[in-house]
């Protein structure tokens, strides 16, 4: 039994036993930027994709049989890709709503202005980075390049093609998706970034962030019949050298390979640099020649006081740990989401559907509606069922899920205010389309008492949901490494959830505060192995609420 394990226990618990440093209290004036900033690199505006067509959000909320969005993907281009990343991780508008959450005093100054982004990010601190490994195929000069979400552009930051290192740092055995291009999305996260908040509760919250933008690739690219594949097994260290990255401060959590439009295939391992296809055009080298290259700009940290956590560089370690030792095929199937026992009380939902939204707008009008809900107008059955769905559907595809048929979260739902459906905590039955009664009667008062912050009044909500893995069994498939997997399906699933509301017009919000052991004790979960990773409430807003309107995309 790997750290791992020891840590997810002390994230159940940290509710009742807190997380050390127990005392610590965070330097807000002196904390880091939501983003890395290198000097001496010159940014390169990329197009915003405002001329694409509207593409429905549905087609990646509710996936096709299989649960596989996109089973015959398109290939990216230049307008596609910098529209995904503008919609996903962009600055949209700024946050200035009338709300219950504690930052609010702070909203109307400049520097503590809050930037409304497509994806949900824990603390509105958003530590993932994103570089663009671009090879021969694409349409910008080979190299690694960062993109800058303040000004939605690129900043280049190492000339020359890399591309044939990443595939070997994915090794022979990636999906072959991955070795058949030559253009890939880097993740990585700068753990300071969370951890000057969160401390030691930072690595799960980071997990959960990468989860929330994987989450919206996916949906995003089945939209524009596109798909986005993660790989999480690969050399991590190496390509923490080839970013010029330190590992222990910012570690590489995915990389997401792009089908290019045109032909992104690398060449056979012993092809040479100056070969050429059988038309004439060049092909790429799939073998690295020569010691890596490594990007020398360095991200200029902010704070004067950087902090490392030993529970952070424990669990850094511990993930790295086999990290390039592939899972075989069918490892992660032990710890898949448990079938809901046939009987007992059931009530049955709508077929859902969604309406045909934009997921441009979709992603536009996400937020947090901290203190909004309004019990006045209940959820009906048939919004609930379409969250529900899409929510069960989640997966982070890739090597986590390759078949599409994986699921690795349980949904349970305390509902208050649903028309129809008496109070109660329910568990969802995605195969039957079915809620199964767990414990009867109102549920709004153990909700609220077992949250810690005071921007949400639970109780007004029409229902919370709460998402349960099975970690632990996870570890035992796939060892420490998979606390990453397991905790970004939930964060994917937190972001499904979102835009589920987005598109039916409810407000909704997701939150890590709470006792999760009392949820287990409520649940009868402590024989299964699941951990409720988060609470979710959704629900209709007050009407006319104050805000000010505040795009810039």
């Known amino acids: 039994m790997g750290y791992a394990h020891e840590y997810a226990d ?6 009742r036993v807190p997380m050390e440093p127990a005392d610590f209290v965070p330097d807000w004036p002196d904390g880091p930027r939501r983003g890395k900033f290198h000097p001496g690199t010159e940014c390169y505006a990329l197009p915003d994709g405002d001329d694409l067509p509207d593409a429905p959000a549905r087609a990646g909320l509710l996936p096709g049989p299989g649960g596989t969005p996109g089973a015959a993907p398109g290939a990216f281009t230049l307008p596609l890709l910098s529209a995904m990343l503008k919609d996903s991780y962009g600055l949209t508008g700024r946050r200035l709503g009338i709300q219950a959450n504690s930052d609010l005093s702070g909203l109307p100054s400049y520097p503590h202005a809050n930037w409304s982004r497509g994806t949900a990010g824990g603390g509105g601190l958003y530590p993932v980075g994103v570089h663009w490994a671009c090879g021969p195929s694409g349409p910008l000069t080979p190299g690694i390049h960062y993109y800058d979400v303040q000004h939605h552009g690129l900043r280049r930051l ?7 290192r990443v595939r070997e740092a994915l090794g022979p055995d990636a999906p072959a998706e991955a070795l058949e291009t030559d253009q890939y999305l880097i ?3 700068k753990y300071w970034q969370t951890a000057f908040k969160y401390n030691s509760f930072g690595y799960h919250v980071v997990c959960t962030d990468v989860g929330t933008l994987l989450g919206t690739w996916r949906i995003w690219a089945a939209a524009h019949g596109l798909r986005t594949a993660p790989v999480l097994w690969f050399d991590e260290p190496r390509l923490n050298g080839l970013l010029g990255t330190v590992g222990e401060e910012e570690g590489v959590f995915a990389v997401v390979p792009l089908r290019w439009a045109g032909d992104a295939r690398p060449a056979d391992a012993g092809d040479a640099a100056s070969a050429s296809e059988s038309d004439g055009s060049p092909t790429r080298t799939a073998v690295a020649v020569g010691p890596d290259p490594s990007v020398r700009h360095r991200d200029a ?11 952070v560089l424990a669990m850094h370690a511990a993930a790295l740990t086999g990290a390039a030792d592939r899972p075989a095929p069918g490892a ?3 710890s898949a989401a448990r079938p809901v026992p046939a009987g007992g009380t059931r009530i049955a939902l709508p077929a859902p559907d969604f309406p045909e939204t934009p997921v441009r707008r979709v992603l536009r009008t996400r937020r947090s509606s901290f203190g909004r809900f309004d019990p006045a107008v209940p959820v009906t059955p048939g919004q609930l069922s379409s969250v529900l769905a899409a929510c069960a559907a989640t997966s982070l595809g890739g090597e986590a899920d390759p078949d599409g048929t994986l699921r690795q979260v349980r949904l349970y739902a305390f509902v208050h205010h649903v028309e129809g459906i008496a109070p109660g905590a329910y568990v969802y039955d995605p195969d039957a389309g079915e809620l199964a009664l767990v414990v009867p009667g109102p549920q709004g008062a153990f909700v609220q008492e077992n949250y810690f912050l005071a921007n949400y009044n639970l109780e007004r909500a029409g229902v919370v949901l709460v998402p349960t893995v099975c970690t632990g069994a996870v570890l035992d498939a796939v060892g420490d490494r998979g606390y990453r997997l397991a905790v970004g399906a939930a964060g994917a699933v937190a972001q499904t959830f979102y835009l589920a509301a987005s ?6 919000g997701v939150a890590l505060g709470f006792d999760n052991v009392s949820f287990v004790e409520r649940l009868g979960l402590e024989d299964t192995g699941e951990a409720p990773l988060l609470i979710m409430p959704l629900g209709n807003e007050r009407p006319d609420p104050a805000d000010f309107r505040h795009e810039i995309a």
């Open 332 to 334: 992660l199937a032990l």
């Open 10 to 15: 002390a994230v159940l618990r940290r509710g």
């Open 301 to 311: 940290e902010r704070s004067r006081t950087v902090i490392a956590f030993p529970t």
């Open 158 to 164: 190492l000339t020359g093609d890399v591309t044939a």
């Open 187 to 189: 993740l990585t996260v």
């Open 503 to 508: 598109a039916l017009s409810l407000g909704a």
